[in-house]
């Protein structure tokens, strides 16, 4: 099971950190991930991060504003959004899987969490 928290409102230029709480399975995931989804459009990736090898992957507009990590001891990952803009709104999603898949496609992602609003206000 993936449990989401950490969102809210927050003006531009602020930050936020989302955490996602990994229970059952947490020692066994090939990868996790963030994916948001925008009123009015589909689910898109924001990064991820193997956990084998400590790989990371971001979408290109978060580069250099949103740091993705990983708490072992936890089994929880982190997302630290720094610099968030009014295009970052979006309820955000963990995702899951113990599979070697492609890291940018929900598809490929068994398993989620509930999701967590993060709003952006200029």
């Known amino acids: 099971q993936l449990q989401a928290s950490g969102g809210g409102l927050v003006q531009a230029g602020g930050s936020l950190r989302l955490s996602c709480a990994a229970s059952?399975?947490?020692?066994?995931?090939?990868?996790m991930g963030w994916f948001r989804q925008a009123p009015g459009k589909e689910r898109e990736f924001v990064a991820a991060?193997?956990?084998?090898?400590?790989?990371?992957y971001y979408v290109e507009s978060v580069k250099g504003r949103f740091t993705i990590s990983r708490d072992n001891a936890k089994n929880t990952l982190l997302l630290q959004m720094n610099r968030l803009k009014p295009e970052d709104t979006a309820v955000y999603y963990c995702?899951?899987?113990?599979?070697?898949?492609?890291?940018?496609?929900?598809?490929?992602?068994?398993?989620w969490g509930q999701g967590t609003l993060v709003t952006v206000s200029s």
């Open positions: 995702a899951a899987e113990y599979l070697y898949r492609r890291y940018d496609r929900s598809n490929d992602y068994g398993y």
């Open positions: 059952g399975r947490g020692l066994s995931w090939y990868r």
């Open positions: 991060i193997n956990w084998s090898d400590n790989n990371i």
